[in-house]
């Protein structure tokens, strides 16, 4: 086993960050523009829309991608459909119909700041299921952002003390922390492929759904809004997502994407106007503090890597696509995706739960 501190990974790059937090801008207009069109589209068909537009902007992508980007991702494989079903239904069906159902009963900026419980439900998941690091920051982030999603939910005239369309947003939100979480695992496809079959699968489940129902649907302008919100604010949106999943981990993106709250809010303020009430003014200062922490959270230490065989898109200046490339073989400069070889390895540098460093903690 080689040991040594990798300097070419000493900081964490800028880029992920980048399409992470534009992912939450894109998502954030979302809660207040789909609560618009509520006025003239039921729940259901509205979900069903979105993420039939989120779809049909991948297909989109798909014709005017060009070859040599294609042939840089890797492809999903048959153990990817479980990872791929599971985000379908519960991030592309359950989530946005309970979310929809949700925001009828619940003023715009307070469903847009309890979007940030999406981040928490993530990191849980993450940390329990999936072994992710959680440090101080992060507990201290969550505990934050649960009690501000508790003054966000609180209603004393209710017959539990908590507003129903609020505890909605909570399971979208918990929905939507196990999608993240199971899209994670499939990260390193081609983002396009997962995206495309996401949208369509969940959209067409959605729409169909909605028929059952009996749920009626909207003008065809009003659909073409709904396919549009959706093609940005869900398709352009998690295409952003899962390219930041693989260099951050699933708790790092989602701390970054728990920016998207605040986007939501303040779009919110300007549309709805509506009153601020004493337990959102309480609230709003506990999910900036946990947000802060989220996203000032750094991690580094010693660290082991295995033997460890797989496919993705990759480039070769960095510590740890150090393999060399046979004649015929794809080119080793610029990205591309082949199955490669990682020999074992020991290292030092700040890092994230990427693709690369899904290891215990135990001993740290």
């Known amino acids: 086993m080689r040991s040594k501190t990798a300097g070419a990974a000493a900081h964490i790059p800028i880029a992920p960050v980048l399409k992470a937090l534009l992912a939450a801008l894109l998502f954030g207009l979302s809660a207040p523009l789909a609560k618009l069109l509520l006025g003239e589209v039921a729940p259901v068909p509205l979900a069903g829309l979105l993420y039939l537009g989120s779809g049909l902007a991948a297909l989109a992508l798909f014709a005017f991608q060009k070859r040599g980007i294609a042939a840089g991702e890797a492809g999903l494989q048959r153990s990817d459909l479980w990872w791929l079903l599971g985000a379908l239904l519960l991030g592309g069906v359950a989530a946005p119909i309970t979310l929809m159902v949700s925001l009828r009963a619940t003023p715009a900026a307070t469903a847009a700041l309890l979007l940030n419980f999406e981040g928490v439900a993530t990191t849980l998941i993450a940390g329990a299921a999936f072994h992710e690091a959680i440090g101080r920051r992060v507990w201290a982030a969550i505990g934050l952002i649960t009690l501000a999603s508790i003054l966000l939910s609180w209603n004393g005239s209710g017959e539990w003390g908590l507003a129903p369309g609020a505890l909605g947003i909570l399971l979208a939100c918990v929905c939507w922390g196990l999608d993240n979480n199971f899209t994670r695992n499939i990260s390193a496809k081609n983002p396009l492929t997962i995206v495309a079959w996401k ?63 605040f986007i939501g809010m303040a779009l919110s303020l300007v549309l709805f106007r509506d009153p601020l009430t004493l337990l959102f003014l309480l609230a709003l200062p506990l999910m900036v503090a946990g947000a802060l922490l989220l996203v000032g959270e750094t991690h580094q230490h010693e660290h082991r890597h295995a033997l460890l065989v797989h496919e993705h898109r990759h480039r070769h200046d960095d510590a740890h696509h150090l393999h060399s490339h046979l004649p015929g073989e794809s080119p080793a400069h610029g990205a591309h995706s082949h199955v490669h070889v990682h020999e074992a390895l020991s290292h030092t540098h700040p890092h994230t739960p990427d693709i690369h460093h899904r290891h215990g903690h135990e001993a740290d």
């Open 199 to 261: 949208g369509l699968g969940a959209g067409t489940f959605s729409v169909i759904l909605a028929l059952i129902l009996g749920q009626p649907f909207p003008s065809p302008a009003v659909m073409l809004r709904a396919l549009l919100l959706g093609s940005v604010s869900y398709g352009l949106s998690i295409m952003l997502f899962i390219l930041a999943l693989r260099d951050l981990g699933a708790s790092r993106t989602s701390a970054m994407f728990s920016t998207a709250p």
